[in-house]
């Protein structure tokens, strides 16, 4: 089945360690986007990447970095300059980067020990 | 002023009922606009995208009033499964597919 791939579901980090946020995609979609969604409260951008080999800044990227070495792989890091990493990060895709609809990975669950 | 704003609920209706949730928006130069959902601790899920001239996909109707800038989804006949939360999300305008997600507005749909 076609569709967003994310991995692992659940994580734990211990302070002062990276830890890294898999999303694949084989929808073929360009575009791909990073959020993350604290209780209560709506999504938020990360990273997006409207193309491989780019990648731009969201709205809440510091302590976060990603790559795009691969059409279908998009992955994040969450490094330990982030201080309050605990939240829903999710992943999507769209097919391009104009007025189109993204489509969500079923998420990480990332907390602190 | 929020980007995208919408009344968190919750909305607790009967199976059968008529429900209906609006949106505002702040930037005039947003062009899309769609309706997610979203279940507990879940991914959210395309509900429907948002036209001009309103559209409907079965029991969901979705209206755009580009003059006030706002949004609104009617769900006809309720049923317990659509209880969850309904998520707001326009386009930034000129920043292409760059979306901002409103805080949801939570739906219980009762026996």
């Known amino acids: 089945d076609g569709g967003i791939t994310q991995s692992p579901k659940y994580l734990f980090r211990k302070e002062g360690q990276n830890v890294t946020l898999s999303c694949e995609q084989n929808l073929n979609h360009d575009a791909m986007y990073w959020y993350r969604q604290d209780p209560g409260q709506g999504l938020r951008l990360i990273y997006y990447s409207q193309i491989v080999n780019d990648f731009q800044k969201g709205d809440i990227a510091e302590g976060y970095s990603v790559s795009r070495e691969k059409k279908e792989s998009f992955p994040l890091t969450v490094t330990s300059a982030q201080k309050n990493p605990t939240a829903f990060y999710l992943c999507a895709s769209s097919i391009g980067f104009s007025n189109q609809p993204q489509h969500f990975g079923d998420g990480t669950r990332l907390s602190i020990l | 002023r929020k980007e995208v704003e919408q009344d968190p609920g919750p909305f607790n209706v009967p199976e059968g009922a008529t429900v209906a949730f609006n949106c505002t928006y702040s930037n005039s130069a947003s062009q899309s606009f769609f309706w997610y959902r979203q279940d507990c601790r879940k991914e959210p899920k395309l509900l429907m995208s948002v036209y001009s001239s309103g559209n409907e996909d079965g029991r969901f109707t979705a209206q755009l009033n580009r003059a006030s800038q706002y949004i609104s989804l009617l769900i006809r006949d309720s049923k317990l499964s659509d209880s969850a939360t309904y998520l707001c999300?326009?386009?930034?305008?000129?920043?292409?597919?760059?979306?901002?997600f409103g805080g949801g507005t939570r739906l219980m749909v009762k026996p």
């Open positions: 999300v326009v386009a930034r305008g000129n920043a292409g597919n760059m979306l901002t």
